[in-house]
T-cell receptor
Framework: GIQVEQSPPDLILQEGANSTLRCNFSDSVNNLQWFHQNPWGQLINLFY???GTKQNGRLSATTVATERYSLLYISSSQTTDSGVYFCAPRSGNTPLVFGKGTRLSVIA | GAVVSQHPSRVICKSGTSVKIECRSL??????MFWYRQFPKKSLMLMAT?????????EQGVEKDKFLINHASLTLSTLTVTSAHPEDSSFYICSARRPTGLETQYFGPGTRLLVL
């Protein structure tokens, strides 16, 4: 099946800083989603982005499907952005496959 | 976005008992639902794909007799952990996908299971 690699595994930011999270995947995809898992475990859908660029407030994401990677940008980070960010691509009709995540801590 | 609910949100049970977790798709009919398992500080691992009206498809290494999945209607899938043991303690998350297939996969809030 598809392999997913996320980097960095851990990230500590000062409040207000910007960051880029990366997701590499091993196969062509027809879906890719970014999630934020909050401290209670709930997965929050951030983006559905099999290709192209999308923006939502301080977050934006870009997927370059031909080069098999996706990036999640967080600008002007806030303490509430802390948590784990997962990339989950999908190939064919399979379910989403999750990377190991990036654990983000934003400190005041 | 679509809403997927899970019940219970957390459960504590004695070793040897069975526990049923319900997953409901509240605003669309989900012909396909998925069950994931997450250990502390780890990623989500797919356990099985649940198809309405047919048998579930289990991932390699997942015991189908241990984790019984039933998808009896287009809005409800259940996961029963049979004869639970402490090593079954985990966070179980269900997910639903619209019948069109290529769209967003929606996730429930998860169920924390603790087996004593």
């Amino acid at each position: 099946g598809i392999q997913v690699e996320q980097s960095p595994p851990d990230l500590i930011l000062q409040e207000g800083a910007n960051s880029t999270l990366r997701c590499n995947f091993s196969d062509s995809v027809n879906n890719l989603q970014w999630f934020h898992q909050n401290p209670w475990g709930q997965l929050i859908n951030l983006f559905y982005i099999p290709s192209g660029t999308k923006q939502n407030g301080r977050l934006s994401a870009t997927t370059v499907a031909t080069e098999r990677y996706s990036l999640l940008y967080i600008s002007s980070s806030q303490t509430t952005d802390s948590g784990v960010y997962f990339c989950a691509p999908r190939s064919g009709n399979t379910p989403l496959v999750f990377g190991k995540g990036t654990r983000l801590s934003v400190i005041a | 976005g679509a809403v997927v609910s899970q019940h219970p949100s957390r459960v504590i049970c004695k070793s040897g008992t069975s526990v049923k977790i319900e997953c409901r798709s509240l605003d669309f009919q989900a012909t396909t639902m998925f069950w994931y398992r997450q250990f502390p500080k780890k990623s989500l691992m797919l356990m099985a794909t649940s198809n309405e009206g047919s048998k579930a498809t289990y991932e390699q290494g997942v015991e189908k007799d241990k984790f019984l999945i039933n998808h009896a209607s287009l809005t409800l899938s259940t996961l029963t952990v049979t004869s639970a043991h402490p090593e079954d303690s985990s966070f179980y998350i269900c997910s639903a996908r619209r019948p069109t297939g290529l769209e967003t996969q929606y996730f429930g809030p998860g169920t924390r299971l603790l087996v004593l």
